[in-house]
């Protein structure tokens, strides 16, 4: 899978969802609920004890889905995410040795980026898309003003959306959105079913995939 195609399975699945989770077989059954629910591509933040374990575990359970790495901050963190298996990663800042890591090794990589200089920054660095962050803080109002000023970005808003407001995210000029915390608390019956809302919300246009 290249970057390019990449961006296009995370464009057509609307979601990233995201994992944070005290161990790495916590984040991989949370996973397997997540794609359970029919959210087809999933992040595991590296701020998982041995986050690669769990990228590796998700990969070989959910074969089907696209699985990345999340809160990425330096070129050893991009490095081992990519050899666990990762097709993407995805970092709170605009880190230019992350992007060449990924880059070298053909994954696709989204920083984070609150301000247009920043946003611009990363394009200029040759970012797949950006992750407009904390979404939640700005609103869907910033991101529907700064992608009117620059259309050419894929931004993928992250931090405090909800299974709610996430198709406001889309109908503001978003890719994709990330979700987290609200999506993945509890068992794995209730990520699951909520999987289920939120895949049913994001594409109630065309029709639920969950």
């Not at 990519?82 to 989204?110: C, D, K, M, N, T």
């Not at 904390?134 to 620059?150: D, F, I, K, N």
Request: proline share 6%; aromatic share 4%; charged share 15%.
């Amino acid at each position: 899978m290249t970057r390019w195609t990449t961006c296009a399975a995370i464009a057509d699945a609307r979601c990233i969802g995201i994992l944070r989770a005290g161990s790495a077989a916590a984040a991989a059954s949370a996973g397997r609920a997540l794609v359970q629910g029919g959210v087809r591509v999933v992040e595991v933040a590296f701020t998982t004890p041995d986050a690669p374990a769990a990228i590796a575990e998700l990969s070989a359970a959910c074969p089907d889905a696209l699985v990345g790495a999340g809160t990425v901050l330096d070129a050893a963190a991009a490095f081992a995410a990519v050899q666990a298996g990762a097709r993407f990663l995805v970092s709170p800042l605009v880190s230019e040795e992350v992007l060449r890591a990924g880059h070298r090794y053909g994954v696709a990589v989204i920083p984070g980026a609150a301000t247009p200089t920043e946003i611009n920054a990363a394009m200029e660095l040759g970012a797949d898309a950006v992750k407009l962050f904390p979404a939640g803080s700005l609103g869907t109002g910033y991101l529907r003003a700064v992608a009117a000023a620059m259309p050419q970005v894929p931004f993928v808003p992250t931090g405090g959306i909800t299974a709610q407001d996430a198709p406001l995210w889309l109908a503001a000029g978003a890719m994709a959105v990330g979700v987290g915390g609200d999506l993945t608390r509890g068992d794995p019956a209730g990520i699951a079913d909520r999987a289920r809302v939120l895949v049913r919300a994001l594409h109630a246009d065309r029709g639920s995939r969950g």
